[in-house]
């Protein structure tokens, strides 16, 4: 080959291979777009209460485990994509949020709830198939729940917006429950209660790092409408009410000594931090009870396992 010729070659190669890489990034960026709309940081802890429930219930195979766990994902994923579409007029004023695919405009509103919708049936399909049909009709609760009563509904009109919409947060341990017993009994209600109650301090000392943005969005959270102050007061009460609410299922027998253990001692911190938060107005006594509040839930969880397994 001539060397001219040889280099027409190489550069007709070199457009071809740029346009490859070209088309195989862009993929890439869409695939973490749909990824990202399925909200999967949250969904580790929704699936960690599932999976964790499981074992608290029963002996599930691996098998139901995985099945449950791929089922509440796709519910879960469902409403995070369905809750990037409802929200994504507020997301683009906040900067936490200003970037996700919808409101950013990358992925349109149509694909978006499709994308959604399929998500949610699938899981429904899948749970109602291959698990039992209540875990089906409970993981389609969580979805209506999150998306029509939290998102569509209240978020934008009362600041008990996550005290009552965060009822949907707390179905996945109905889900583990039923996915194992077929059934629902007074435990799994005691661990709903629980992560009802861990919601509140969980976003309000969060929301406290995250007021002005509310507010520029009109989003009515607690401290937006009522102030830091009686935000942080409020963090305090629900941090006490959800120590007495762990303690239930000690009193009712469903778990023992090691687990009345970890919980007097996590809910000890718990109710700490939330004093420090009133009495430091600092941001980082905020983030800090906001991290412990994700590690409480995850620990509170390990415990119940450990306590009917060891
Ligand atoms: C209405 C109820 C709830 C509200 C308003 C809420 C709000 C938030 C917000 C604003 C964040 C930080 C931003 C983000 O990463 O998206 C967050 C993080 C998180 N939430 Fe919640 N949350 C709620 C319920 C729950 C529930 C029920 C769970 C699990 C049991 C949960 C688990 C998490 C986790 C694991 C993170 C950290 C995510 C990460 O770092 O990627 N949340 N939550
Ligand atoms: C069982 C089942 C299907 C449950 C689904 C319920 C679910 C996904 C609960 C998580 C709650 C959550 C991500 C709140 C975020 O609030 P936000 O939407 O106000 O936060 P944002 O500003 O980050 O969007």
Not at 160 to 169: R, T
Request: glycine share 10%; with cysteine.
């Amino acid at each position: 080959m001539s060397a001219p010729l040889e280099g027409a070659t190489a550069s007709v190669g070199g457009a071809r291979a740029t346009r490859a890489s070209a088309a195989a990034s862009g993929l890439r960026a869409r695939i973490a777009d749909y990824l990202s709309m399925t909200k999967p940081g949250v969904q580790s802890l929704l699936l960690f209460t599932t999976a964790t429930t499981m074992y608290v219930a029963g002996d599930p195979s691996p098998w139901l485990v995985a099945v449950t766990c791929l089922g509440g994902a796709l519910s879960a994923g469902g409403a995070g994509a369905l809750n990037h579409v409802l929200d994504r007029d507020i997301d683009r004023v906040m900067s936490r949020t200003a970037d996700r695919p919808v409101a950013a405009g990358r992925v349109s509103v149509a694909r978006a709830t499709a994308f959604g919708a399929l998500l949610g049936i699938a899981a429904f399909v899948l749970l109602a198939v291959a698990v039992n049909p209540l875990a089906a009709v409970l993981s389609a609760a969580g979805l209506v729940g999150y998306v029509g009563v939290y998102t569509a509904w209240l978020k934008r009109r009362t600041p008990q917006n996550i005290v009552i919409g965060g009822a949907a947060g707390a179905v996945p341990p109905l889900v583990g429950w039923a996915a194992v017993t077929g059934g629902l009994s007074g435990t799994p209600l005691y661990l709903f209660a629980i992560i009802f109650f861990w919601t509140p301090p969980h976003f309000w000392s969060l929301s406290l790092l995250m007021k002005d943005e509310y507010a520029r969005a009109g989003v009515p959270m607690l401290p937006v409408v009522r102030g830091e102050q009686e935000t942080r007061r409020q963090v305090l009460l629900y941090a006490i009410l959800l120590y007495a609410v762990t303690q239930l299922p000690f009193c009712a027998g469903a778990f023992g000594w090691l687990y009345l253990a970890v919980s007097l001692l996590l809910g000890a911190l718990f109710i700490g931090g939330a004093i420090l938060l009133v009495r430091r107005r600092d941001r980082t006594t905020a983030l800090r009870l906001y991290l412990f509040s994700l590690l409480y839930l995850a620990l509170l969880f390990a415990a119940m396992v450990a306590d009917v397994r060891l």
